[in-house]
């Protein structure tokens, strides 16, 4: 009964946001990228992709943070095209996607506050789909309590900051905590709320978040060898779903070393597949030319996740996919850029491609 | 000129010392170059499994002061060393504490400065440069064999968060590490150039 009455409501947006998968760049234009010797090169090479109306009055040379801003801004345009013509429910699962660059604003304000940043700086580097009326007020909250009481107790992010309020004062290790906390709860509700709308949007999400939880695991466990956080804190950030959940998440909270990771993932059929080839000891593309990291395995699952969520109609999943494969896709734009631009050719190729 | 630097056999010898000195030169120059290559190579690498709107220069403390200076001395430009600011807080002092807040005319509530080791302001320790004391330098900021952690406050890593890539502590190691070789760069091509003065020198002196 669904796909009786989906076109009605969505049809034109399913059209639009595959329209915009077939404008990704393929993997002869990819080829094309990396054969560039300068970022001119590069520039007139995008002028074919949709990324040319953002880039053509740039000024040369450009750097990568600017190519990286550009097609950002390409990406944002054209999300909001979709936003701007979405009705419900539509609109309220694409607000749900915002809900995690809203996270991330909120991060970086309190972040540059505690800085001592200037806030109109931070305000222009805030990712624009996650912009909400009241952020600017977040500059002047010093406490948790400051922050929801004044600021978020009208947002989107409410509900998420339940688990945060025990914190106190806001400092980098408070900070991080809150972050990854105010995700695991985005997370976590995101995939409660997917599970509502039925199949197959339902199935189609629970694999793509259940990946993305199983990702946000594996990070925050290898970013946290070395540092203050402590095992329990390492624990309360993981997302409460996922192939990982709860036993290798628990198993993964104790270990030291990279090596113990592996041994835990290794156990695993669909992550010890993953590790095959993998050198752990380096990351995105760091160790040479043809070793892949840990992150570059999880990068090319997401992009075969999203590419298959295309191969069904009439569900909601579409829209993420093509958003995921978009901010991918800027990925590996960026990076052939760095490549070019430090003349480390042989690790230009360290990209995943998606078509 | 005295028959000492004029003599030819003395000449050879300054020439193979100034061909020494180049050779010094160029393989540090190498060393490096492959050093800092990488270092932006991580730099990279950590910006793209961070997301490039945590790792840019948009995140760089408003408060943020240099903890590695070189000094030259005035009277010989060649005593260049690199003064690194050792100060270290620790943990359990800082924990818990997030400062005291006082309000300024504007309304926005600020953070005093947290209270830090007497040290930091006074002038910090010398150290000569390429013997530097790996333990010391800000990028280490663990040492998971002692009972108290101490946490460098002025660790530019924290700019960026707790959770930071192991690629992006990998280039703070090289940037940090490639300082000491700058400054030896500087003190060969000092000497480099004396040596060269003193070669010209003695050869004019054995044609006159």
């Given at each position: ?5 989906f ?7 399913e ?36 990324y ?35 009705a ?7 607000d ?7 996270i991330?604003?909120v ?40 922050l ?8 989107p ?6 688990e ?13 905590i ?20 039925g199949e ?12 993305e ?7 925050i ?11 329990d ?6 997302p ?15 270990v030291?070393?990279?090596d ?30 043809n ?41 590996n ?18 990209y995943?491609?998606?078509? | ?91 359990g ?12 005319d ?5 953070r ?17 440069s ?10 280490d900021t ?39 070789k ?23 002196g054995?044609?006159?």
């Amino acid at each position: 009964m669904n796909e009786i009455y989906f076109n009605a409501d969505a049809g034109y947006l399913e059209g639009i946001v595959r329209g915009y998968r077939d404008g990704l760049i393929t993997a002869p234009q990819y080829l094309n990228l990396t054969q560039c010797e300068t970022m001119d090169d590069l520039k007139l090479q995008l002028a074919t992709t949709d990324y040319a109306s953002f880039l053509q009055n740039e000024p040369s040379p450009m750097s990568t943070s600017t190519l990286s801003a550009r097609c950002t801004d390409a990406l944002v345009a054209e999300f909001q095209y979709l936003q701007q013509n979405a009705a419900e429910p539509i609109s309220k699962f694409l607000d749900y996607i915002t809900y995690g660059y809203m996270i991330d604003n909120v991060v970086l304000l309190i972040t540059g506050t505690l800085h001592e940043r200037d806030t109109h700086d931070l305000l222009e580097k805030c990712h624009p789909l996650g912009f909400f009326d009241t952020m600017p007020a977040l500059c002047v909250a010093t406490t948790v309590q400051d922050l929801y009481s004044t600021v978020l107790v009208d947002s989107p992010l409410a509900g998420y900051f339940r688990e945060c309020l025990s914190a106190e004062d806001l400092n980098e290790l408070n900070i991080e905590i809150i972050r990854n906390t105010l995700h695991k709860a985005y997370l976590e509700d995101f995939y409660a709320y997917c599970q509502n709308l039925g199949e197959p949007t339902a199935s189609i999400m629970a694999d793509i978040i259940r990946l993305e939880a199983d990702r946000r695991t594996v990070n925050i466990t290898i970013n946290s060898f070395g540092t203050e956080l402590s095992k329990d804190d390492r624990a309360k950030l993981y997302p409460r779903l996922g192939n990982m959940y709860p036993e290798a998440q628990t198993r993964l909270a104790r270990v030291d070393d990279m090596d113990q990771v592996k041994a835990i993932l290794e156990q695993y059929g669909e992550y010890k597949a993953m590790l095959l080839g993998v050198s752990l000891n380096s990351t995105s593309g760091s160790s040479g030319g043809n070793e892949l990291s840990l992150e570059d395995r999880f990068f090319s699952k997401e992009v075969q996740l999203n590419k298959d969520s295309f191969e069904q109609q009439f569900h909601y999943g579409v829209f993420y996919s093509w958003l995921r494969l978009k901010e991918q896709e800027i990925r590996n734009i960026v990076w052939i850029a760095e490549c070019i631009s430090q003349q480390q050719k042989d690790k230009i190729n360290n990209y995943t491609s998606i078509y | 000129m005295s028959e000492k630097t004029s003599n030819p056999a003395s000449i050879d010898n300054q020439l193979f010392e100034l061909f020494d000195c180049v050779a010094e030169y160029q393989q540090l120059r190498s060393s490096s170059n492959i050093l800092l290559r990488q270092a932006f190579f991580d730099l990279a690498s950590a910006k793209r499994s961070a997301g490039y709107q945590w790792i840019s220069p948009d995140l760089y403390s408003g408060r943020a002061h240099a903890i590695a200076t070189v000094s030259i001395g005035e009277e010989h430009p060649i005593d260049m060393r690199v003064v690194r600011n050792n100060s270290r807080i620790d943990n359990g002092n800082e924990k818990g504490q997030g400062g005291d807040r006082e309000k300024t005319d504007g309304g926005l509530k600020r953070r005093s400065r947290r209270r830090l080791s007497s040290d930091e302001s006074e002038h910090a320790k010398l150290t000569a440069s390429g013997d530097e004391d790996e333990e010391d330098l800000p990028g280490d900021t663990e040492k998971p064999d002692k009972k108290q952690r101490s946490v460098a406050v002025n660790d530019p890593l924290l700019w960026f968060g707790m959770l930071v890539p192991p690629t992006l502590k990998a280039a703070q190691s090289g940037f940090v590490s490639s300082l000491d070789k700058f400054v030896q760069l500087a003190q060969l091509k000092h000497r480099l150039v004396q040596q060269q003065q003193a070669l010209q020198e003695a050869m004019a002196g054995t044609t006159a």
